[in-house]
Nanobody, 123 residues
Framework: EVQLVESGGGLAHAGGSLRLSCAASGLSFDNYAIGWFRQAPGKGREGVACIGGFDGSTYYIDSVKGRFTISKDNAKNTVYLQMNSLKPDDTAVYYC????????????????WGQGTQVTVSS
């Protein structure tokens, strides 16, 4: 059974930093790409960044480029999202999602989701 468990959310001031973790079990990064998504109150779920499991390639949406960094530790089967220079607009529930994919990554459909972790950025 595939499980994704997010952690690391919390409260930060604008300009601050947080690091989110997504611990995966029941899957191999060789066959899955992992993405981070977020959903703000009253809005739909938005893809933020992703990383290819096999090749480690990354993709970011424009609004987080230069501020967020996605990375992975294969030995720990964990993907991280380092979030710097946080803005109030980054406030959302952040989810990680796994996609069956042999190369690259996308922010489209997911095969598995975590339960989410709340990130709140105060001004």
């Amino acid at each position: 059974e595939v499980q994704l468990v997010e952690s690391g959310g919390g409260l930060a001031h604008a300009g601050g930093s947080l690091r989110l973790s997504c611990a995966a079990s029941g899957l191999s990064f060789d066959n899955y790409a992992i993405g981070w998504f977020r959903q703000a109150p009253g809005k739909g779920r938005e893809g933020v960044a992703c990383i290819g499991g096999f090749d480690g390639s990354t993709y970011y949406i424009d609004s987080v480029k230069g501020r967020f960094t996605i990375s992975k530790d294969n030995a720990k089967n964990t993907v991280y999202l380092q979030m710097n220079s946080l803005k109030p607009d980054d406030t959302a529930v952040y989810y990680c999602g796994a996609e069956v994919r042999l190369g690259g990554c996308s922010l489209g459909r997911r095969d598995h989701w975590g339960q989410g972790t709340q990130v709140t950025v105060s001004s």
